[in-house]
């Protein structure tokens, strides 16, 4: 059973704008959600993470925003670079415990 | 640098044999986690140790898969008999009990059976 629900699965930006990614979740006893951005052949990185008691958070150029009444969450990048170009996963835990991924999104920012 | 550490970073073997893989966590953690993610996918959870003890196991464990952190430091996860459908990448991620979920990453072990 997919927990964790990640949308779109690829996105194409230009330089400079605002990509979003969405996840859904269904266990209400997550209580941990972060971020991860992965290059080819490397291990995921942690980008940002936030507590369901937070609607949003912001680290940089990222930013969550989460619903918890309607158990979403989203991240966006600001100004974004070519750099960025990854695989983003959301995630979730609980007391933490195993994570649970969503099935990533592949971001391109093109120049 | 002091992050998580695997060895190796890449193994080919063919069907039937046996592989180990090898984590180091961040010194100060004492959780550790093995994920198993393939090609276009999200990491799926296996296993994970507090200190020497094994919490957890995943569904996805078979038989021929076992872990251990035998001092609760490093780990070895070690596949019997391979098949074709092992062929992944094996992530190692550690965190620390105290308050803080956050897991990190090691750089991950490539393995392909022929």
């Known amino acids: 059973q997919q927990q964790v629900k990640q949308s779109p699965q690829s996105l194409i930006v230009q330089k400079g704008g605002i990509p979003i990614i969405n996840c859904a979740y269904e266990?209400?006893?997550?209580?941990?959600f972060p971020w991860y951005q992965q290059f080819p052949g490397k291990g995921p990185a942690l980008l940002i993470a936030?507590?369901?008691?937070?609607s949003e958070k912001k680290e940089g150029r990222f930013t969550i925003s989460f619903n918890k009444s309607a158990k979403q969450f989203s991240l966006h990048i600001m100004d974004s670079q070519p750099g960025d170009s990854a695989t983003y996963f959301c995630?979730?835990?609980?007391?933490?415990?195993?994570?649970?991924f969503g099935g990533g999104t592949r971001l391109m920012v093109k120049p | 640098d002091t992050g998580v550490s695997q060895n190796p970073r890449h193994k080919i073997t063919k069907r039937g044999q046996n592989v180990t893989f090898r984590c180091d966590p961040i010194?100060?953690?004492?959780?550790l986690y093995w994920y198993r993610q393939t090609l276009g996918q999200g990491p799926e959870f296996l296993t994970y140790?507090?200190?020497?003890?094994?919490?957890?196991k995943s569904r996805l464990l078979s038989d021929r898969f076992s872990a251990e952190r035998p001092k609760g430091s490093f780990s070895t996860l070690e596949i019997q008999r391979t098949e074709q459908g092992d062929s992944a990448m094996y992530l190692c991620?550690?965190?620390?009990?105290?308050?803080?979920?956050?897991?990190?990453f090691g750089p991950g072990t490539r393995l392909l059976v022929l």
């Open positions: 991620a550690s965190s620390s009990s105290g308050g803080g979920e956050t897991q990190y």
């Open positions: 266990n209400t006893a997550f209580d941990y």
């Open positions: 936030i507590r369901p008691d937070v």
């Open positions: 995630a979730a835990t609980r007391a933490g415990n195993m994570l649970t």
């Open positions: 010194s100060e953690h004492n959780r």
């Open positions: 140790f507090q200190n020497e003890a094994q919490l957890e």
